[in-house]
């Protein structure tokens, strides 16, 4: 079992940023990659960014690519979002994922690679 806890959410005017940070602990000696989701309200969760936990190969969505930047600490078994010029369609609960079992990023903006998740931290972006 892998545990994650986010952390960084709050209110931001639009144009500024924030850093998500998600710690993981328990069984992290086998995560292939660690990523980032989103959900708006009313909306599906979405795929935002996610990186190779070795190597540090990185990948993004067109919505947030030259925005957002996914970075990770391996010693503390840490990732992070730094999220810069936000706009109110950034406002979300953004959630931290990890995935164990795989050995690349290909395919990860899709959920179902996906094995543990955290509860999830709220950005606000008001306009």
């Known amino acids: 079992q892998v545990q994650l806890v986010e952390s960084g959410g709050g209110l931001v005017q639009a144009g500024g940023s924030l850093r998500l940070s998600c710690a993981a602990s328990?069984?992290?000696?086998?995560?292939?990659?660690m990523g980032w989701f989103r959900q708006a309200p009313g909306k599906e969760r979405e795929f935002v960014a996610a990186?190779?936990?070795?190597?540090?190969?990185?990948m993004y969505a067109d919505s947030v690519k030259d925005r957002f930047t996914i970075s990770r600490d391996n010693v503390a078994n840490t990732v992070y979002l730094q999220m810069n010029s936000l706009k109110p369609e950034d406002t979300a609960v953004y959630y931290c994922?990890?995935?164990?079992?795989?050995?690349?990023?290909?395919?990860?903006?899709?959920?179902?690679?996906?094995?543990?998740w955290g509860k999830g931290t709220l950005v606000t972006v008001s306009s």
């Open positions: 328990g069984r992290t000696f086998s995560i292939n990659a």
């Open positions: 990186i190779k936990w070795s190597g540090g190969g990185t």
């Open positions: 994922a990890v995935d164990r079992d795989g050995s690349s990023l290909l395919g990860r903006t899709n959920m179902r690679y996906w094995d543990y």
